[in-house]
């Protein structure tokens, strides 16, 4: 048998905070996305070819796709780091 001091904590629950409408705006945007991504990604799994500055190989189109769009990043990224230490 379960004392009222083992029911301690069971039941309890805060209250319930509303999201604002932001907050739903841009968790219903990630999750679009989301799957926007997962869609892109198996409509794009075919091998192609990729010419490197020495030699060439094989990669899935989205392997090469998704490097590219990190590298864009990372140099946008950097970039805007030198622009601001300039300033």
């Known amino acids: 048998m379960s004392t009222p001091s083992d029911q301690k904590g069971r039941g309890e629950s805060r209250p319930a905070t509303k ?12 999750i679009a996305l989301a799957v926007v991504a997962t869609i892109f990604a198996v409509l794009n799994l075919e091998e192609v070819k990729v010419d490197w500055i020495i030699g060439s190989g094989h990669a899935p189109l989205i392997i090469v796709i998704a490097i590219s769009v990190l590298a864009g990043i990372v140099l946008a990224y ?3 780091r030198v622009n601001r230490k300039r300033h």
């Open 19 to 30: 999201r604002s409408s932001g907050e739903m705006l841009r968790t219903g945007g990630l």
């Open 78 to 80: 950097g970039a805007g």
